[in-house]
């Protein structure tokens, strides 16, 4: 899908010196002192690489751009029951990526979010609603990237069979950051099985719809319009990276293999194709995750 990999064909910039999201991790922190004083956290770590074919989202092959990305994250929650039939979850997390390849599209983030459930009824088949936001502070080495980010989502969740689990979801996604060409905001739908296929493996499916807005950074042979702004990210003599809308789909295919009673293995791979005018864009994405509970 994309051209040789060579970590040595572009000139790069160096990362830029920058506090990582302390500020808002302290913030955050400090904000749940009282719930943390009352309330029961489970937490849950995580350490992976992500592999992009396509991180500049380019339409043509020979511009596409892959790379290499090593991540940490950390996450608590805790639930709060308001009846037998609702409940409340709040989470707090931080979340690192270092791109290989890329210094100034490594970053720090720090998040928080809450999720209201209900499930009518008590039985096997029994549907869990459920309406949830979530808030997320970033820093990258670029200043152009760093920013926030939001998002809603709506789902609904059945256990057809013992071994199988269902859900259809809606999203609602937007950032703003210090330019406005990776501003953007996205809406999806779609829908995920989970299949327990052995006592420690699941195998799980995701398929989604997708419209809204993108950034595609290329060399200023190609060009998409006026209304562009210079990127160093992925050559220090800079690109023209523009906002794009779009539309299309995503389908991912992942396993879950459990270790140990609190460690797990998580592989996925991940393909998303878009059309904007006349411009199709494709990205394949492959995720290895070690993810440990505590």
Request: with cysteine.
């Amino acid at each position: 899908m994309a051209g040789s990999f060579s970590w040595m064909n572009r000139r790069v910039a160096a990362p830029r010196p920058r506090p990582a999201v302390w500020r808002a991790g302290l913030a955050l922190g400090l904000a749940a002192l009282p719930s943390i004083a009352v309330a029961n956290w489970t937490w849950q770590g995580q350490n992976g690489l992500i592999y992009d074919s396509n991180t500049n989202h380019a339409a043509r092959s020979d511009q596409r751009q892959q790379s290499l990305a090593v991540t940490q994250s950390l996450r608590g929650q805790t639930v709060r029951l308001l009846n037998a039939h609702q409940a409340l979850r709040w989470h707090v997390g931080a979340h690192t990526a270092q791109n290989l390849r890329f210094t100034a599209l490594s970053y720090a983030q720090a998040e928080s979010g809450v999720a209201w459930s209900y499930q009518p009824g008590a039985g096997f088949h029994a549907a869990l609603w459920s309406i949830s936001t979530n808030l997320q502070w970033h820093e990258t080495g670029d200043r152009l990237r760093d920013g926030a980010r939001t998002a809603v989502r709506a789902s609904v969740t059945s256990q057809l069979t013992t071994r199988l689990q269902a859900r259809v979801s809606a999203r609602f996604d937007a950032q703003a950051t210090a330019s406005d060409a990776f501003s953007t905001w996205r809406l999806g739908a779609g829908g995920r099985l989970d299949w327990q296929a052995t006592p420690a493996v699941a195998i799980y499916v995701d398929m989604k719809w997708l419209d809204g807005e993108f950034t595609t950074t290329v060399g200023e042979s190609t060009d998409l319009g006026s209304d562009w702004t210079r990127d160093t990210a992925f050559d220090v003599d800079g690109e023209r990276a523009y906002r794009r809308s779009g539309q299309g789909g995503s389908a991912l295919l992942g396993m879950n293999w459990l270790l140990t009673r609190s460690c797990a293995a998580d592989l996925a791979m991940r393909q998303t194709a878009l059309t904007a005018g006349d411009q199709s864009y494709s990205v394949l994405s492959i995720m290895a995750d070690l993810i440990y509970r505590f």
